[in-house]
């Protein structure tokens, strides 16, 4: 399996707070990525980092922000967590652009 | 829009089985898609496909591309309970070079 962790792993959290959701990778690839998992939706993109610093929105990137200032570390953050956060959230990383993704194993964030 | 749908949404088939999964897409300069399985947890990587009428094989699953119908099938073979997982269609286009997931046909393999 390629090197990619995330935690939590599960997290229950209340309205309007802040989460913070880390992944780390030892694979020293450029790309990484967060996607969120839902019924009916598949898995859509949030935001990406094609390098330290440089990232990008996604399709569905209203209420989340990012940050990468570590090669190995891409974290994202709900500000003010809202029920329809609620989702399986996976990291993901590759060499090339969105091609070859490995995904980290999910976090699942219940907001209530 | 880029639009991913796959068919059906659910299966169910019985050892030795042989099943076809559909995916068809709509979106702006394809340039490639892909076949993911997901178990329980995270999606895996299963096939790429750029160009039409290649089929690429990998022990009992295959999947071919057709670029002019703008659709793939995934063919698995003497289907095993291992196999049952939602497998994922995903399409590459050049609008941002972001990926579009289907929602997955969840197969469940019976003994």
């Known amino acids: 399996d390629a090197g990619i962790t995330q935690s939590p792993r599960h997290k229950v959290t209340e309205t309007g707070t802040p989460v913070t959701l880390r992944c780390h990778q030892t694979e020293n690839h450029r790309y990484m990525y967060w996607y969120r998992q839902d019924p009916g939706h598949g898995l859509r993109l949030i935001h990406y980092?094609?390098?330290?610093?440089?990232?990008d929105k996604g399709e569905v990137s209203d209420g989340y922000s990012v940050s990468r200032s570590k090669t190995e570390d891409f974290l994202l953050t709900l500000e003010s967590a809202t029920s329809s956060q609620t989702s399986v959230y996976f990291c993901?990383?590759?060499?090339?652009?969105?091609?070859?993704?490995?995904f980290g194993p999910g976090t699942r964030l219940t907001v209530t | 829009e880029d639009k991913v749908v796959q068919s059906p949404l659910s299966l169910v088939v019985h050892e030795g089985d042989t099943v076809t999964l559909n995916c068809s897409y709509e979106?702006?300069?394809?340039?490639?898609l892909l076949w993911y399985k997901q178990e329980k947890k995270a999606p895996t990587f299963l096939f790429m496909l750029?160009?039409?009428?290649i089929e690429k094989k990998s022990g009992r699953l295959s999947s071919i591309l057709d670029k002019k119908e703008l659709f793939s099938i995934l063919n698995i073979t003497a289907t095993q309970t291992g196999d049952s997982a939602v497998y994922l269609c995903a399409v590459e286009a050049n609008a941002g070079n972001m990926l579009t997931f289907g929602g997955g046909t969840r197969l469940m393999v019976k003994p």
């Open positions: 979106v702006t300069n394809f340039r490639s």
């Open positions: 750029t160009s039409s009428g």
């Open positions: 993901a990383i590759s060499e090339r652009t969105h091609i070859g993704l490995y």
């Open positions: 980092s094609y390098g330290v610093k440089d990232t």
